[in-house]
Structure formats: structure tokens, C-alpha cells
């Protein structure tokens, strides 16, 4: 046995402090010889002469008193020696070997002391939330704690602690975002959206869950997700594959899942507003999230609309003149305000 790790258990035995395994090894050692008795009780004395008052801020004083103790018992015994020719050399030797050991046996008390019993707790440090907020007509860019990087769409707001916590990377998110997430097998990443809850380990992929609108849809660009929700039979889960997309049906609880048009999909965090056979209702709320806009709408033909087209970063009064053409009619801005009237 290495003689350092023997001094750290004589000194958890002493402190009351030693743990059943390390207690049997003392006991062992201890029986092992009589020289090892008799350093023990040395140990011990030592100890019992410093105990009551240690203090952890004055430890010189400790050593000075334990050198004291030791120099007394060495010269009681050389006093007591039957062999007066024993040699001043092997006297001195053994002396500094006893004190060396004695020293370490005390740095280990120390040190125990210090760094196990009155060693302060530490209190946790409450963990701070971030929340980013997009109002219509805004949109954002930008990177988690752990590197990898949301788009926020308009009327979207995102919610996440300022450090992941060690066994998983979780964000709350109401409105439409899309993530391109660091890949980290040991510490997966969650997105809940109400009800839903989406899990990757390391992929890009959209979270549409606006609050007024009835489905939540998930759609995957690359990688591999798990999508989870709690309905009415109990917990139900589905995995995509790229280019696959799950919708979630809020009135009836329920998920199905299909292939998505990526376009269609995913162009918004680009800029790009996409129609497809979009219906008038679809339009409005699509353009007054985009533009920040309210929409007053005047003499309105109850015949359907399927309306398909696209605009690169295009202004508002581009989007309704294009739009106005095949639908007939025209329109006013008046600032943060548009009134559109059917011919």
C-alpha cells in the first residue's frame, strides 16, 4: 500500500469520517506489525493534541504544535534508551522520518477538513430565461446557447434558458420558427408548442404553432425527428423522415402525417411569401402578419379564392397591385392601415 493514501485514511479514522471499505484496509494495516501500532498511537496523540482547537485559519500554529509534541516524545525516548551508543545519525533519521510522516498524516487532516466538512455549500445559481419576441412586420435571425440558429417569423416569440441544462436543450416556442440545430447525441433538443412536443438530436426543421390558427405543423428538412402529444388516448408519438411533415389537429387532438412542399413551407425565413390555391382569408392573415398591417376589407363577393403566386422581399403595395389584378380590386394604405374594396 502507497504510504500517502494510508496517512488520508488514519486521518478520516481520527476526524470519525472513514467509510467501511476504507476501515477495513485501516484495520488491515494497522495489524499488519507492531511498528505500525506504534506510529498509529503517535498518529493519534498528535491528533488528540490539536482536535479541539483546530482552526482552519490558523494551521501553521497546528503544525508548530504537533512538531512540539513530537520533539517531546522523541527526546523522552531517547532518555529512556538502553543503548547509549545508538547512533546520533539513526536518532536524527528516525526523528525526521516520524515527523515527515506525522506532517503528511496532518496536510490530509487539513485538506479533509477543509475540503469536506467545512467547506461551504454553494448555492445554485438560478438559471436566467431569454425570451425573444417578433411583433407583425418583424423577423429575426439568431443563435441558441448551444450554437445553432433560429429563424423567428412575425407574431412569433421563442423561449429558452440562458445555459442548456446538461441532458437536454429545451425551448418553448408560440408562432412559426425554423431551427438548424449542432448535433449532440447526449443532449437532445425539444421544441414545445403548446400541446406538442418536437425532439431532434441534430437537424434543421420548421415549428408552425400560431396561436389563432387550428393545426400545429411540423416539417423536416434534414435529419430525424420525434413529434409527441398528449390526446385523449394517451400519449402519441411519430417519427419523420426529410421531407415529411406532421400536422396536429387541435380540435380533435390528433396527428397525421404526410410529405410537405418545401417552398411553400420553408421560404419565409428567405423572404419569399409563397401562395398556393390560397384561400382570401389565408392571404389577409399571411400578409397582415408579414407587413404589420390591419386589413379593412369592403363589399366582399362570397365566391372562393384559389390564389397562387410568389414575392421576393417584395413591399406590401407591390404585393396587392400583382394581387388586385386577377382578383379585381383596389386598395388604400394609409400607414399601418389598408382598406380593400371588391369592385
Known amino acids: 500500500m502507497k504510504g500517502n493514501h494510508i496517512y488520508e485514511i488514519i486521518g478520516r479514522y481520527l476526524a470519525d469520517e472513514i467509510s467501511e471499505k476504507e476501515d477495513k484496509i485501516f484495520q488491515n494495516w494497522l495489524n499488519e506489525s507492531e511498528s505500525n501500532a506504534r506510529e498509529f498511537k503517535l498518529h493519534k496523540k498528535a491528533w488528540e493534541g490539536t482536535q479541539i482547537n483546530y482552526n482552519p485559519s490558523d494551521s501553521e500554529s497546528v503544525f508548530k504544535n504537533i512538531l512540539n509534541k513530537i520533539d517531546d516524545q522523541h527526546e523522552l525516548k531517547i532518555g529512556k534508551s538502553q543503548n547509549p551508543k545508538t547512533s546520533k545519525i539513526k536518532q536524527r533519521f528516525i526523528f525526521i522520518t516520524k515527523v515527515a510522516a506525522s506532517l503528511l498524516l496532518i496536510a490530509s487532516i487539513l485538506y479533509y477538513f477543509n475540503s469536506n466538512i467545512l467547506k461551504p455549500e454553494t448555492p445554485e445559481l438560478a438559471i436566467q430565461t431569454i425570451q425573444k419576441h417578433n411583433f407583425a412586420g418583424q423577423k429575426s435571425k439568431f443563435y441558441l446557447p448551444d450554437g445553432s440558429e433560429v429563424w423567428l417569423n412575425a407574431e412569433s416569440e421563442i423561449t429558452f434558458p440562458e445555459h442548456f441544462s446538461k441532458d437536454k436543450r429545451e425551448v418553448v416556442l408560440e408562432g412559426e420558427a425554423f431551427f438548424n440545430v449542432i448535433k449532440n447525441p447526449n443532449q437532445p433538443f425539444i421544441v414545445i408548442s403548446g400541446k406538442v ?89 399571411v400578409l397582415s402578419r408579414w407587413y404589420g398591417v390591419k386589413f379593412e376589407i369592403e363589399n366582399q363577393k362570397n365566391n372562393e379564392w384559389s390564389y397562387t403566386g410568389s414575392f421576393d422581399n417584395a413591399i406590401l403595395e407591390n404585393v396587392l397591385q400583382s394581387i388586385s389584378f386577377t382578383k379585381e380590386f383596389s386598395y388604400l394604405i394609409n400607414q399601418k392601415n389598408v382598406t380593400i374594396k371588391f369592385n
Open 197 to 285: 412536443s418536437t425532439t431532434v438530436l441534430g437537424t434543421s426543421f420548421n415549428v408552425k404553432a400560431f396561436k389563432n390558427e387550428p393545426a400545429v405543423c411540423i416539417a423536416l428538412k434534414s435529419g430525424k425527428v420525434k413529434v409527441e402529444t398528449e390526446g385523449e388516448r394517451g400519449k402519441e408519438e411519430m417519427f419523420l423522415e426529410p421531407g415529411e411533415a406532421i400536422k396536429y389537429n387541435k380540435s380533435i387532438a390528433k396527428m397525421k402525417k404526410g410529405e410537405f412542399d418545401q417552398e411553400l413551407s420553408l421560404a419565409w425565413k428567405d423572404g419569399v411569401i409563397v401562395f398556393k390555391d390560397a384561400g382570401f382569408d389565408e392571404i389577409i392573415n
